[in-house]
């Protein structure tokens, strides 16, 4: 007998994970995906970074100046926000101002670092099981053009080092110790260090591998099923679809960066809202070894077996969809002189993707109010893949249980002006 039947809403890295962990824990999982596969949203566009160490939370001054940069000189920055889409984005952007302030944004990483402490052990335990086999850490090579970049870069990761989420950054080494480690390093790339702890792995392969154990495990996935609404009557949960209503015990929503319609409903003002990623593959004459962190441009590249991936880019037009091509282009301009022996005109595999965005960072983790058999999970802005396998086990307490350790940090109402 199963311990209860349960629908997870989206075949992306959250839902995926969750739907492992409950099959784990002894449910009987349906996955119900909008897309014609698993991973249509975010999942295969990432750059494929499980970096507990890169957690803290983006409304941080910086960004806040990256972004208003985007808005007089369009195109230039890696934060991108178009003056049409800005009614769109209002509601969020006015709490990510909020947000960004010192407090706030201290505290908001310290919440991170509750789930981002859980990542290595629950991904070791995934290597372990099978599900992931391609997981690499050989360091990520952080580059800069001065010495003084790479000072501050390597500061702020012994600072990081400190909060226990990765070993201390090695020391900082010139071009020619750099070459030696990657022997396609462009002019840019004068001074670097290698930071360990954080790993990486191709993301497509990851849904990929999830998508088939669930399958063999009895997990029902189901494609092209839109969910249009999600309520609780009793102790039963309805999903309508465009087939009509599914009747379950627990709904997990785990809808991305479309999550607002479902939440809204729910009395769930979540303000999620699309940023934009770009990726796309490249073929250098010098394949990296290591994953390159590419200065202060937000580009990073990842080997991903025989590919190697760009990524980067954060674009709030509003919209979860879209691939502009200027995009990719700024990119290009931007990793171009830290790589030699690229042509990159012969890109292949350009793809654009919706990090679910959240005005504080963090995600929207818990129950709906009222519904203790929906429980939401979603908003996990840039590091949906790191804070995946923490993040399925609170949803798994909180439809075991109805309560997870921490979970009030992460409480999808605190956006949410309550009725008195
Ligand atoms: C360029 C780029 C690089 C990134 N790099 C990294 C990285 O290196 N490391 C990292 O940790 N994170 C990274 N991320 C972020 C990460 O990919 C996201 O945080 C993560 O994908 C979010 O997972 P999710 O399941 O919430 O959303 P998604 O993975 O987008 O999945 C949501 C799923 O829900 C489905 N769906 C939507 N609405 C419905 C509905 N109504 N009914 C049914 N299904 C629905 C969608 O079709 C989609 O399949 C990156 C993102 C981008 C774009």
Redesign the pocket.
């Known amino acids: 007998m199963p311990a209860g039947e349960v629908a997870v809403?989206?075949?992306?890295?959250?839902?995926?994970f969750s739907a492992h962990e409950l099959v784990e824990r002894g449910y009987a999982v349906t996955v119900?995906?909008?897309?014609s596969g698993?991973?249509?949203?975010?999942?295969r566009?990432?750059?494929?970074?499980?970096?507990p160490a890169r957690s803290d939370p983006l409304p941080s001054r910086d960004v806040v100046r990256d972004g208003i940069r985007s808005l007089v000189s369009p195109g230039s920055g890696s934060f991108l926000l178009s003056a049409r889409a800005l009614p769109r984005v209002a509601g969020y952007l006015t709490r990510f101002l909020a947000s960004s302030g010192g407090r706030t944004f201290s505290r908001s990483w310290d919440e991170l670092d509750l789930l981002n402490r859980r990542t290595a052990g629950l991904v070791d335990e995934l290597v372990a099981a099978g599900i992931i086999d391609d997981l690499q850490d050989e360091g990520f090579l952080m580059l800069h053009p001065t010495r003084e970049e790479a000072e501050a870069s390597r500061a702020s990761l012994l600072s990081v080092s400190r909060r226990g989420l990765c070993p201390a950054p090695e020391p900082i080494l010139e071009r020619r110790a750099l070459l030696e480690l990657e022997p396609g390093l462009g002019d840019a790339a004068r001074f670097g260090f290698v930071h360990r702890g954080d790993r990486?792995l191709d993301?497509s392969r990851l849904v990929d591998r999830l998508g088939e154990s669930l399958r063999s495990r009895g997990v029902r996935i189901v494609e092209n099923?839109?969910?249009?609404a999600v309520r609780q009557r009793g102790t039963q949960v309805e999903l309508a679809t465009r087939s009509g209503v599914v009747e379950t015990g627990h709904a997990v929503i785990?809808?991305?960066?479309?999550?607002e319609?479902?939440l809204r409903p729910l009395g769930i003002r979540g303000y999620v809202t699309p940023?934009?990623?770009?990726?796309f593959t490249i073929h250098p004459e010098h394949p990296p070894t290591h994953v390159l962190r590419l200065g202060d441009t937000h580009v990073?590249v990842?080997p991903m077996g025989s590919r190697t991936r760009v990524?980067?880019?954060v674009e709030l037009d509003g919209t979860p969809e879209g691939l502009r091509a200027g995009r990719i282009d700024v990119m290009k301009r931007k990793a171009a002189p830290y790589l030699t022996g690229v042509d990159w005109d012969a890109s292949t595999d350009e793809?654009?993707?919706?990090?679910?965005m959240t005005p504080d960072g963090k995600p929207l983790i818990g129950c709906a109010p009222g519904a203790d058999r929906v429980v939401v999970?979603?908003?996990?802005?840039?590091?949906?893949?790191?804070?995946?396998a923490p993040t399925a086990s609170l949803v798994a307490d909180l439809v075991e249980h109805g309560s997870a350790a921490s979970v009030s940090a992460f409480d999808p109402m605190r956006f949410t002006r309550r009725r008195r």
């Not at 793809?351 to 679910?356: D, I, K």
């Open positions: 809403v989206g075949g992306g890295l959250i839902g995926l119900l995906e909008a897309g698993l991973g249509g949203g975010a999942a566009v990432n750059g494929g970074w499980v970096c990486w993301p099923t839109p969910v249009l785990a809808a991305g960066a479309w999550a319609q479902l940023g934009k990623g770009y990726s990073g990842t990524v980067g880019m793809r654009v993707g919706p990090r679910p999970a979603t908003g996990h802005n840039m590091l949906g893949l790191s804070l995946a």
